[in-house]
T-cell receptor, first 114, second 113 residues
Framework: AQSVTQLGSHVSVSEGALVLLRCNYS??????LFWYVQYPNQGLQLLLK??????LVKGINGFEAEFKKSETSFHLTKPSAHMSDAAEYFC????????????FGAGTQVVVTP | DADVTQTPRNRITKTGKRIMLECSQT?????MYWYRQDPGLGLRLIYY???????NKGEISDGYSVSRQAQAKFSLSLESAIPNQTALYFC????????????FGEGSRLTVL
């Protein structure tokens, strides 16, 4: 069963517009949640993560995500897109009893238009 | 220098050839991982190692083997490469413990003809 679902494989946003990338997980117990970004020809870089505590998590480059247990979601947002935000974004989870193994969503490619 | 280094970065090979992808890290982490990335599928775990003597299969280990030569080195082998193993391969490391982030290498792009 898919543990992580990202809605939309491609998203196009205008420069200066809101970026919203959706991620839902399937687990009865809240997992650890991550967003990674992959720039062209590079490895993955951590944007932010949720483990415990405050449900609104701030990350690098102006991104933030909110953990909503009732909706089993961890959507990523940025108020104003920049051209440099063009990349592929991956939501990932570490489920309990998974020995720390990270499971990834399929990814969302973000295109930023002038 | 990168904390997690993968070699080669690009490789083209033929069906049936043996291929080794190497990973070395300077982060001092005990845990190391090999993932495979395919378009539309995200990253899938091939093998992982929590220390030099502990190696485990991931969700797609068939056709692959690994060797943990030292804390800092973790190699992935394809004994007899096939075209559907064409993919981008990533090595990653992490510290032990709950909810630890992974640190990734820059990837090794493998093409099997």
């Amino acid at each position: 069963a898919q543990s992580v679902t990202q809605l939309g494989s491609h998203v196009s946003v205008s420069e200066g517009a809101l970026v919203l990338l959706r991620c839902n997980y399937s687990s009865s117990v809240p997992p650890y949640l991550f967003w990674y970004v992959q720039y062209p020809n590079q490895g993955l870089q951590l944007l932010l993560k949720y483990t415990t505590g405050a449900t609104l998590v701030k990350g690098i480059n102006g991104f933030e995500a909110e953990f909503k247990k009732s909706e089993t979601s961890f959507h990523l947002t940025k108020p104003s897109a920049h051209m440099s935000d063009a990349a592929e974004y991956f939501c990932a989870v570490i489920l309990t009893d998974s020995w720390g193994k990270l499971q990834f969503g399929a990814g969302t490619q973000v295109v930023v238009t002038p | 220098d990168a904390d997690v280094t993968q070699t080669p970065r690009n490789r083209i090979t033929k069906t049936g050839k043996r291929i080794m992808l190497e990973c070395s890290q300077t982060k001092g982490h005990d845990r190391m991982y090999w993932y495979r990335q395919d378009p539309g599928l995200g990253l899938r775990l091939i093998y992982y190692s929590f220390d030099v003597k502990d190696i485990n299969k991931g969700e797609i280990s068939d056709g692959y083997s690994v060797s943990r030569q030292a804390q800092a080195k973790f190699s992935l082998s394809l004994e007899s490469a096939i075209p559907n193993q064409t993919a981008l391969y990533f090595c990653a490391t992490s510290e032990p413990g709950e909810g630890r982030e992974l640190f990734f290498g820059e990837g090794s792009r493998l093409t099997v003809l």
